[in-house]
Every structure is written in C-alpha cells, then in structure tokens.
C-alpha cells in the first residue's frame, strides 16, 4: 500500500469516528430531552385520585397510566379501558 493510500486512509478513519462521536452526542442529547420531558409533567391530583378510585390503582399505577398520556386523564381512561 503506498503512503498516500495510508494518510487517506487514516484521515478516512479521523472523519468516520468524528461522524460517530456526533451523532452519539446527538443521541444523548434527544435522550436527555425526553427525561426532562417526564420530569416537567405537571398532573392534577384529583385525576390521580379518580383513577385509583374508580379503576382500582394504587397511586403508583394510576400516576404511571397519567405519565404516559402526559397528563391526559381521557387518553388515560382510554387506555386503561382498551388494554
């Protein structure tokens, strides 16, 4: 292999784990971005309360299904109804 086929090749390599390690920072980032999402759900305890009342959750389980549909108590319903 001659010595400019070895520099081209090294360079190659250079710009394929520079690509990689952005598109990691990239992916961490987005990772990031949906826990922040979770943790910025506002929910309202009385949509709490009437889940575990009236389709028999505990707290833990009723906030889950409210955490899932961000906060929607229809979309909750909706689903607690169809699974």
């Given at each position: 292999?001659?010595?400019?086929?070895?520099t081209?090749n090294?360079n190659?390599?250079?710009?394929?784990d520079?690509v990689?390690e952005?598109?990691?920072?990239?992916?961490?980032?987005l990772?990031?971005?949906?826990?922040?999402?979770?943790?910025?759900?506002?929910?309202?305890?009385?949509?709490?309360?009437?889940?575990?009342?009236n389709?028999?959750?505990?707290?833990?389980?009723?906030i889950e299904?409210?955490?899932?549909?961000?906060g929607?108590?229809q979309?909750?319903?909706?689903?607690l109804?169809?699974?």
């Open positions: 292999m001659s010595k400019q086929t070895e081209a090294k190659l390599d250079k710009v394929t520079y990689e952005q598109e990691l920072k990239v992916e961490n980032a990772s990031n971005l949906k826990e922040e999402k979770k943790v910025l759900i506002k929910l309202n305890d009385a949509d709490v309360k009437f889940l575990e009342q389709f028999d959750l505990d707290k833990i389980k009723a299904q409210l955490r899932l549909t961000e929607d108590l979309k909750a319903i909706q689903n109804l169809h699974n």
